[in-house]
């Protein structure tokens, strides 16, 4: 391993983090204040960024915590600078929490409020001023050369068929043993596609601990499908899974956690858009869809995200580059636009697993110094925090 | 290229890299089996026999039961394999608790 492949350009944050964009994050907290969010970040772009989402008022207990925290997470992001919270003024989420959490980081942070501005064109108007001036603060920072050890890869699938298993996912897994190696971490989501494959990441903690937070996580996803009395065959696999030849859930969580990589130790569980805290491999309790979580595991403080696919999906984030790379090599013709790394020689031999391995690595450590992903250069900024009970 | 790939030896299935037809001998992972009916690629073709409620192991691990009697060289899939996790039509039989391999502790 040479220097060259083992650093790259990020932002040093004064809380010591390191972010790979410097984003302006406009934060609604709650879905009346979405859309002027969205006009106002849309006003300072590419740095500025949204998080539209379809929470913040009519939530009670654990619902509303997830919500209140994911947001909060994001507001001290390390690829956020700065932060605009957009209130409209009656609803639950906390506006001054926000800004408080983003201070307390090292970031500047303003609010803007609906109601009291006066209705959605003064609070627009007031709102891009304010972003003007953020995006001119943030815009002073440059990037410097950090260790890749300060990486931590959010590893994800979706839209998989039988060579998410057999290429992308065992390349990304070599990709997670070096990073991992180097000092860095690796977050894996998705309880309910760990499912049939659980004993072996177990097998790999690096405490009891951890290997049995990992096998109550799983059940506890289980026994919530088994409570409703119905077979998650309805979508674990999904429709698509199974016409590309996934037969079970067994067959998918198989393929799909080799992502993680084959020597990482598993050294922690964490909740939903929690801090993610060690180095080496952390699960994170999310669901699996892909949206939410991505939008869960960036939360979490992963900067940069690689996500695997077959059959193609164009997921995005709005404030971290998601890498998409495929082994199906129809797929990266007739999808071209969304993915970014073909893997597919890994099954004809016209590639080793360690030279595409070592090109992915490649790619992540160019994304991370600042190169455009297909998601980023489309305009696919996907969020949605988890709800864990219905609206009130 | 292989037309299909065995990732364990452990495994009773191979992956089909490239569509399979009805008669073709494939040879892969040490074992040689004439497909007795079309493999889609990407589906699977049974290495061996497969008797109902015998484990089908992929990866090296098993992914579900045989529900059918399986031949050699047939395709494998949804119509005759059962998954065991996440049962919850089939919870009155308890078909995780014999599926699982590792337990959650008390």
């Known amino acids: 391993m040479t220097m060259a492949a083992s650093v790259f350009l990020g932002y040093q944050r004064s809380d010591g983090s390191v972010g790979v964009r410097n984003h302006v994050l406009v934060i609604p907290t709650v879905i009346c204040a979405a859309v002027v969010a969205e006009r106002i970040a849309a006003s300072i772009a590419p740095v500025g960024a949204a998080l539209p989402h379809l929470a913040g008022c009519g939530q009670i207990g654990p619902d509303l915590n997830v919500t209140h925290e994911t947001l909060a997470a994001y507001a001290r992001h390390p690829n956020v600078g700065a932060v605009l919270v957009v209130a409209l003024g009656c609803e639950q989420v906390v506006a001054q929490h926000l800004a408080d959490t983003a201070r307390q980081s090292g970031r500047p942070a303003q609010i803007v409020s609906i109601q009291g501005e006066g209705g959605t064109v003064r609070a627009t108007a007031r709102g891009i001023d304010i972003a003007r ?75 009891p601990a951890a290997g049995a937070h990992l096998l109550r996580v799983v059940n506890r996803v289980e026994a919530e499908a088994m409570a409703l009395g119905l077979d998650i065959r309805g979508t674990q696999p999904s429709p698509g899974n199974i016409r590309g030849g996934l037969t079970t859930i067994e067959e998918k969580s198989l393929g799909a956690t080799h992502k993680a990589g084959e020597r990482t130790r598993l050294e922690d569980v964490v909740a939903y858009a929690a801090p993610i805290t060690k180095r080496g491999l952390t699960v994170m309790d999310t669901p699996g869809l892909d949206v939410e979580s991505v939008t869960g595991m960036v939360g979490g403080g992963a900067q940069v ?12 984030n709005p404030i971290a580059p998601v890498i998409k790379v495929t082994g199906n090599a129809r797929t990266a013709q007739t999808m071209a636009d969304n993915i970014d790394v073909d893997v597919s020689g890994v099954l004809t031999d016209a590639e080793s697993f360690e030279a595409a391995s070592a090109r992915l690595l490649a790619e992540v450590l160019a994304v991370s110094s600042g190169r455009e992903t297909a998601a980023e250069r489309l305009g696919h900024r996907e969020f949605a925090i988890h709800r864990r009970n219905p609206t009130i | 290229m292989t037309a ?42 049974a290495l ?44 009155a039989e308890s078909a995780t608790q014999t599926a699982r391999i590792a337990e959650p502790p008390e």
């Open chain 1, 133 to 207: 001036e953020l995006a001119a603060s943030i815009g002073r920072v440059e990037r410097t050369s950090i260790a890749a050890a300060s990486l931590v890869l959010c590893v994800k699938c979706g839209g998989s068929d039988y060579t998410s298993g057999l290429a992308s996912n065992p390349v990304v897994g070599r990709v997670a043993d070096t990073l991992v190696d180097l000092g860095g971490a690796v977050v894996l989501g998705e309880i309910a596609e760990i499912m049939g494959a659980e004993h072996l990441l177990a097998a790999r903690a690096s405490s």
């Open chain 1, 305 to 316: 995200v690689v996500f695997t696919t077959g059959l193609g999906t164009p997921t995005g």
């Open chain 2, 4 to 45: 299909a790939i065995v990732i364990s030896a452990e495994d009773n299935v191979a992956t089909a890299l490239e569509p399979i037809e009805r008669g073709q001998t494939i040879q892969t992972g040490g074992a040689t089996v004439t497909a007795a009916e079309a493999i889609p690629r990407g589906h699977k073709i």
């Open chain 2, 48 to 91: 061996r026999a497969i008797a109902v409620g015998d484990r089908v192991i992929k990866y090296g691990s098993p992914i579900g039961t045989a529900s059918q009697a399986i031949v050699a060289g047939a395709h494998v899939h949804t119509h005759n394999v059962a998954s065991g996790r996440g049962r919850g039509d089939l919870a």
